[in-house]
């Protein structure tokens, strides 16, 4: 249908930062992906409900209007693109352009990751699309590498640093010594973080994202409740010095396994990491995604998570790969068990075992720390490193940082609760988990 | 065509490690594709000349033959993998499967490094395509991540560690400060070299990978001749020493870039570069590819780039895309310009600017520093640092160590002719690139 005319008409819903740069992308580069493709992308309508702000590129006259309709109606665009955002509007554009006939390109994780099954199922019904490539990890063809690039994979795990704003925040924790509304106020200040950062800082963001990636690499649907979720607005630095101390850095990670039985995990929380890792070593505002493989062993994807131009740059790939009708052979070919499938296998965040470090106030007393160590071997808990340094904190309290081997979860939040209760202890016990990220061992 | 049937034949011409590999992934992980992506790919004939050693896969009888014409008579294959290498027999059966109606997945860089025009003429004479994501960085989906994910970007530069023998040798000598032959055999131990490495130290390997992405990149028809190549076989510990004192890691680049004006400079050769950057970070078997565009800035690619089921893992990867169609529609719109478009365009590597590390074995003389500065500065070089050690070397002589600012290629290569020529210095100059990779810099 698409190749036999070469020319097509695109529509955007959604004229702000990344209806921008879409737009940017298609008038100024058309010759250029032509050359490339063979396509003539043409862009036919912008649709906003705030049509008079300036903007950093110019329209066409005529272009631009706050009527969705005008797009709708117009039987010559074939993809409507929505950048709208939210979980509220959005949705019914969705339907409205895959009702109408159009295809659907989008940016839009949170409305993905909430109603991602019922878009599907709407797109199905009007023979049309979907295609995301632009809610995951920004610029990195993520979506791409997953779907067809390890398609003769099993996946086993996914580990990511899928929020730009979180990693600049906890690089400049790390390499600059600030605070955490130190860093905060930076990132607002260099652009990376929005004057509201809630969704960023509080994890839901790569939540939203790790289900997405989680329903390609595992087939199965997931919902976000599936998702365990802790964000970064509570790290201290001392926590990042200590941890810097004990050779870890600090990473809001995004992690879904699947384990050998089918069970799968997926969790979003601050993690300690090798720093000589691969993901140790992505800083700023970037954004990587790990990926474990059956054949393929590891491979990474390392780029810019967000920003106007790369989140653009895949949108227009997605733009593309609809207009070859790639993206409508890959969408109907998606297979996505139904959900009951699924519900007994997703693990409960009590059966995980992991590494934790944490860190008590302790009243400078003796004996504290073999009571505390004893709590924790009550708990089955076995201690791999320790650290007290002289001095002391608030009321007369010194930090004791301790890290343990492996344990499950449950055992460690009853010590720690059993902890929190004790007359020598200052303040609530900080806890973050210690992520050994599996070394790649296939010796083909 | 394709997907009317979703049962797709599959014949490989090549029964070796890598086709080994393949069969192990189509025999046993049908199933598994089949509920991803809808498609049940079957394997209907393996040629091989030899049908008789052990392979650690179990075809079904009757499937193994040395007889090509089985395979290209057998008009339900639709597909053909050759995997036997080379660029002699394995041009022959390309061009034999394409005429037979098949297409073509392959792994055979240097082939279609050496022939990839005259190949794909024949693909689209005879309506196939020829896909080839196993050709470049094994398991890594770099060539679907430039033709798909990155397609509506200008790509300005590749920078690839395209061999991992290469890197693993490095990496060797870098971090166990062992020297080339103690490596290499190392290498060779653990199945990371042939037994004959001449085509991976050499840079070839690394030259043809390089040829194959910058064709897809820049768009132009790309020979081996346009690759300025140097190898790693005469690097000594001594420079990794040196240069590791200077902060500085070795790599074996293999660099594509495109300028403003469009000259093209492609070349493969050893280079110092920062150990903080991505590259600088990438050790052992590793591969990864940075590719700098002109909307989504860096992206890294990381992964395995060789081995049985990594390199597997891209050629079935590669299967399905051509069984969905994907790739014949991706082959069809690819867009090179002719080759005496960008033969102009091609810069001479005396044009390239660069940084240099320069090792002089001096004669240890009063005012040999100032003569070989004066010598450097004669040829408006201009130093950035120096190295020079107490105790000597053979013959009475010292290692001196000098860095520069970036000057082109010539005023070196003239620069060290006249060095050698003097009787102050007692042996070849050793000269290595120092390449600055590009920060992204891009502030949206």
């Known amino acids: 249908m698409f190749m036999a005319n070469n ?38 309508a912008v649709v906003d409900i705030d049509t008079t702000s300036p903007r950093p590129v110019k329209l066409p006259a005529g272009l631009l209007t706050d009527d969705l309709n005008k797009l709708l109606n117009d039987d010559s665009i074939q993809i409507g693109v929505e950048l709208v955002g939210g979980t509220g509007v959005a949705k019914d554009i969705q339907l409205k352009l895959l009702k109408a006939g159009k295809n659907v390109v989008t940016a ?164 300690f990491i090798s720093p000589g890792s691969p993901l140790g070593r992505v800083d700023g505002p970037f954004n990587a995604v790990s990926i474990l493989a059956s054949a393929v062993g590891q491979t990474m994807y390392y780029g810019r998570g967000a920003g106007m131009m790369s989140t653009a740059s895949a949108v227009v790939a997605d733009i593309i790969e609809v207009a070859m009708g790639n993206s409508a052979k890959l969408f109907n070919s998606l297979q996505i068990q139904p959900r009951d499938e699924i519900e007994p296998l997703i693990d409960s965040i009590d059966n ?14 003796p004996g504290v720390l073999a009571c505390h160590s004893k709590i924790l071997g009550d708990h089955n808990i076995s201690i791999s490193g320790a650290l007290q340094r002289e001095g002391s904190g608030p009321g007369n309290t010194v930090p004791v940082v301790i890290t343990t081997h492996p344990t499950k979860q449950k055992n460690m939040s009853d010590a720690l609760a059993e902890l929190s209760r004790l007359d020598n202890v200052g303040a609530e016990p900080v806890c973050i988990r210690i992520v050994d990220i599996p070394e790649d061992t296939l010796d083909d």
């Open 7 to 44: 020319r097509i008409k695109v529509g955007l819903v959604g004229f702000g930062t990344v209806g921008t740069g879409v737009a940017k992308l298609l008038l100024e580069d058309a010759d250029a992906i032509e050359a490339k493709t063979g396509l003539r992308i043409e862009l036919a």
């Open 108 to 271: 839009n994780k949170a409305l993905l990751a909430d109603s991602g099954s019922e878009l599907y199922a709407a797109a199905r019904a009007a023979n049309r699309c979907i295609a995301f490539e632009a809610s995951c990890a920004g610029g990195i063809p993520i979506v791409s590498a997953i779907r067809t690039g390890l398609a003769a994979n099993r996946i086993d795990a996914i580990y990511g640093i899928l929020n730009g704003t979180c990693n600049y925040i906890l690089s400049s924790m790390t390499g600059r010594d600030e605070d955490f509304p130190t860093a905060l106020a930076q990132a607002q200040a260099k652009g990376y973080a929005e004057a509201d950062p809630t969704l960023d800082i509080n994890g839901a963001d790569s939540a939203h994202k790790l289900a997405i990636l989680a329903m390609l690499a595992f087939g199965y649907e997931i919902k976000l409740d599936d998702v365990s979720v802790e964000g970064i607005e509570n790290i201290s630095i001392d926590d990042v010095r200590y941890g810097r101390e004990m050779d870890y850095v600090l990473k809001l990670l995004a992690i879904g396994q699947r384990d050998r039985a089918g069970r799968v995990a997926l969790r979003v929380h601050p993690s």
């Open 352 to 365: 995980l075992v992991s590494r934790f470090y944490i860190r008590l106030m302790a009243k400078d007393q």
